[in-house]
């Protein structure tokens, strides 16, 4: 089974960038369909992006434009380059690779997660 780990994280001024990233372990990471979730304080865990195995992205409509999605698959990593970063992007950032072989945004059709990394965007 695939284990996660996000680095990347931190404070950042709004307008800034930041770029996490996401290291897989396992043999099976260039198979697998990886997103991007984010919770805030008090909120639900929400979708903030995905990638497919060849590199198909698609982006939830609140991070459109600002946020880009990449994969390695010889290193075994994805990463989500996040750039001119709002105060409400603060969350916890989560990579987590699909149960399923398909593009999905549904939390629950993600079966393995990181552990997160926590992203502060400052006003």
């Known amino acids: 089974q695939v284990q996660l780990v996000e680095s990347g994280g931190g404070l950042v001024q709004a307008g800034g960038s930041l770029r996490l990233s996401c290291a897989a372990s396992?043999?099976?990471?260039?198979?697998?369909?990886m997103g991007w979730f984010r919770q805030a304080p008090g909120k639900e865990r929400e979708f903030v992006g995905t990638i497919s195995p060849g590199g198909t992205t698609y982006a939830a409509d609140s991070v459109k434009g600002r946020f880009t999605i990449s994969r390695d698959n010889a290193k075994n990593t994805v990463y989500l380059q996040m750039n001119s970063l709002k105060p409400e992007d603060t969350a916890v950032y989560y990579c987590a690779a699909a149960r399923y072989s398909y593009t999905t945004s549904n939390r629950y059709d993600y079966g393995t997660w990181g552990q997160g990394t926590q992203v502060t965007v400052s006003t």
């Open positions: 396992g043999r099976t990471f260039g198979s697998l369909h």
